[in-house]
T-cell receptor, first 114, second 113 residues
Framework: SQQGEEDPQALSIQEGENATMNCSYK?????LQWYRQNSGRGLVHLIL?????REKHSGRLRVTLDTSKKSSSLLITASRAADTASYFC??????????????FGKGTHLIIQP | EPEVTQTPSHQVTQMGQEVILRCVPI?????FYWYRQILGQKVEFLVS????????KSEIFDDQFSVERPDGSNFTLKIRSTKLEDSAMYFC???????????FGDGTRLSIL
């Protein structure tokens, strides 16, 4: 299975602090993606990192990928109350064909304390 | 910004009944997907659809399920003879070509009584 598994399962920090979430996966990947899900809402795509990339930035987000360890991390800097959500890593089920579905981990539930 | 829209937001159905969940993907997207999320569990892939036919499907997507793109805008998931264990959030997603990410709707909460 290519399923990603995030840790920690839950994380509670103070507003303004940085939040780091980790993801591990089992097989070779074409890319790895991070999604956010607010309570009762759909998944929102945050960032995609390709297998030949090691680090990628988008605003307050920084994602790293270590294919030798089959792991990725998502760092949210200067956290805000609005960042409270569940965060999931996802990988493609197949070899990167256009219609491949995604497989998700159980997610990290992030709570930002004001 | 264009969005994937799903209707209804909540569907309550008696066990054994048929249900149709509706989705309007983002226009000009090429690939369409259905996922489900049972309460407290992972989001699970059900099926992908491209060029008016199913491309990939998971073990969950058995003969009870079917998908259709009846016109140029709607994408539907039909569940025949619903079971209690079909209760879940069902998410539709779509994406454009290349390395475009999948965009998800807000889901339909399906409750089977």
């Amino acid at each position: 299975s290519q399923q990603g598994e995030e840790d920690p399962q839950a994380l509670s920090i103070q507003e303004g602090e940085n939040a780091t979430m980790n993801c591990s996966y089992k097989t070779s990947i074409n890319n790895l993606q991070w999604y956010r899900q607010n309570s009762g809402r759909g998944l929102v795509h945050l960032i995609l990192i390709r297998s030949n990339e090691r680090e990628k930035h988008s605003g307050r987000l920084r994602v790293t990928l270590d294919t030798s360890k089959k792991s990725s991390s998502l760092l949210i800097t200067a956290s805000r109350a609005a960042d409270t959500a569940s965060y999931f890593c996802a990988t493609l089920l197949g070899l990167g064909g256009g219609a491949d579905g995604l497989t998700f981990g159980k997610g990290t539930h992030l709570i930002i304390q004001p | 910004e264009p969005e994937v829209t799903q209707t209804p937001s909540h569907q309550v159905t008696q066990m054994g009944q048929e249900v149709i969940l509706r989705c309007v993907p983002i226009s000009n997207h090429l690939y369409f997907y259905w996922y489900r999320q049972i309460l407290g569990q992972k989001v699970e892939f059900l099926v992908s659809f491209y060029n008016n036919e199913i491309s990939e499907k998971s073990e969950i997507f058995d003969d009870q399920f079917s998908v259709e793109r009846p016109d140029g805008s709607n994408f539907t998931l039909k569940i025949r003879s619903t079971k209690l264990e079909d209760s879940a959030m069902y998410f539709c997603a779509s994406r454009g070509g290349g390395y475009q990410p999948q965009h998800f709707g807000d889901g339909t909460r399906l409750s089977i009584l």
